[in-house]
T-cell receptor, first 115, second 116 residues
Framework: EAGVTQSPTHLIKTRGQQATLRCSPI?????VYWYQQALGLGLQFLLW?????ERNRGNFPPRFSGRQFPNYSSELNVNALELEDSALYLC???WGGGGETDTQYFGPGTRLTVL | AQSVSQHNHHVILSEAASLELGCNYS??????LFWYVQYPGQHLQLLLK??????LVKGIKGFEAEFIKSKFSFNLRKPSVQWSDTAEYFC??????????????FGQGTILTVHP
């Protein structure tokens, strides 16, 4: 069974640009989650999508946004990039609903570097 | 709001030593608890999880964890570590309700180095 996949592996942008990161969940999973792993800040929850809808959002500014497509894959968009957005962005997927036995499985991440 | 604290940033052991990594969480309601591991050069993998029932849960590679509700703790243990256990370990909590729904909150991670 294929795991969560993310693309690209690495992304280099300059300040003020926009970045788009992509995630494909495990087959059958309907929920997709995004996390940021920045140096010194640990893993922080960004967004949760389930069945195409945004279900929860972490403490990040609105320039972090995303969407989930009908095939349950997801995009994370970061607008007006700032130097501190440099981080590893992890995507996770689960069977869905955030229910009492929901378990998140993580992809390898996209390393975003903002110059 | 939920929060997680891991007691040690870096633990160094020799092979065959016993391991216990501390994890405490803060949340006012029902929680799911997880330990994830990140081996060098690999992505985050699930080690074990607790939802309900027996507070002693067993995971992969001989790891186990005990949920002590009164202490808000979920410590990870292994009786005898191997060099291949060298990795970073993350404790995570998912509060079941309110703004915590669906959101994993992670501890800061513990780097385990096992010397052969």
């Amino acid at each position: 069974e294929a795991g969560v996949t993310q693309s690209p592996t690495h992304l280099i942008k300059t300040r003020g640009q926009q970045a788009t990161l992509r995630c494909s969940p495990i087959s059958g999973h309907t929920s997709v989650y995004w996390y940021q792993q920045a140096l010194g800040l640990g893993l922080q929850f960004l967004l949760w999508y389930d069945e195409g809808e945004e279900r929860n959002r972490g403490n990040f500014p609105p320039r972090f946004s995303g969407r989930q497509f009908p095939n349950y894959s997801s995009e994370l968009n970061v607008n007006a990039l700032e130097l501190e957005d440099s981080a590893l962005y992890l995507c996770a997927s689960s069977w869905g609903g955030g229910g009492e036995t929901d378990t998140q499985y993580f992809g390898p991440g996209t390393r975003l570097t903002v110059l | 709001a939920q929060s997680v604290s891991q007691h040690n940033h870096h633990v160094i052991l020799s092979e065959a030593a016993s391991l216990e990594l501390g994890c405490n969480y803060s949340y006012g309601g029902t929680v799911n608890l997880f330990w994830y591991v990140q081996y060098p050069g690999q992505h985050l993998q699930l080690l074990l999880k607790y939802f309900s029932g027996d507070p002693l849960v067993k995971g992969i590679k001989g790891f186990e964890a005990e949920f002590i509700k009164s202490k808000f703790s979920f410590n990870l243990r292994k009786p005898s570590v191997q060099w291949s256990d060298t990795a970073e370990y993350f404790c995570a909590v998912n509060g079941l309700g309110g703004t915590s729904y669906g959101k994993l909150t992670f501890g800061q991670g513990t780097i385990l180095t096992v010397h052969p």
